[in-house]
């Protein structure tokens, strides 16, 4: 599995606009909805979701980023976008530094392995400083889209 076979291109917000966490979420998932990727009629539920998720334990893992993630009945496959604030939100990470990078990951229910899946990939990507540090200081779609790729290949070298 490759981060390029669940995260929507177009969804991608290399400026979020949103400046708390919840707002972040609700963007995120707004932003996917606006793409195809879910149902708008979903948006509300799956924030939701999401928010409720982050209230028992945040995912924001330190380092500037955070992963939030969730299943859903109504998502029939694997989906994932990426959020980028150059001012830095309160995720209320571990390390309590801001996050700036947002990876918001939704799944089927029904599929709990590509979830797991999506997640290892997800996390080995953000563990290598140069990732984080090139998917911060990428201010457009293009860019992030093209660190993807490029991360990509590198996994498969």
């Given at each position: 599995m490759k981060l390029s076979d669940f995260i929507v291109n177009d969804a991608i917000v290399?400026?979020?606009?949103?400046?708390?966490?919840?707002?972040?979420?609700?963007?995120?998932?707004?932003?996917?909805?606006?793409?195809?990727?879910?149902?708008s009629g979903d948006v509300e539920t799956v924030a939701k979701i999401a928010i409720k998720r982050?209230?028992?334990?945040?995912?924001?893992?330190?380092?500037?980023?955070?992963?939030p993630h969730v299943k859903h009945d109504s998502i029939g496959k694997l989906i994932a976008t990426i959020g980028r604030s150059s001012t830095g939100?309160?995720?209320?990470?571990?390390?309590?530094?801001?996050?700036?990078?947002?990876?918001?990951?939704?799944?089927?229910?029904?599929?709990?392995?590509?979830?797991?899946?999506?997640?290892?990939?997800?996390?080995?990507?953000?563990?290598?400083?140069?990732?984080?540090r090139f998917l911060r200081q990428a201010d457009t779609r293009d860019a992030i889209i093209d660190l993807i790729n490029e991360a990509d290949e590198i996994s498969a070298a």
């Open positions: 290399a400026e979020l606009q949103a400046t708390d966490r919840d707002g972040v979420i609700r963007e995120l998932v707004q932003s996917l909805a606006d793409n195809g990727a879910i149902d982050e209230n028992e334990g945040t995912t924001g893992f330190g380092k500037g980023v955070a992963v939100i309160d995720f209320g990470s571990l390390d309590r530094a801001p996050v700036f990078t947002v990876v918001l990951l939704i799944s089927s229910k029904e599929d709990p392995d590509a979830h797991l899946a999506a997640m290892e990939q997800i996390f080995r990507h953000l563990q290598r400083d140069n990732f984080r």
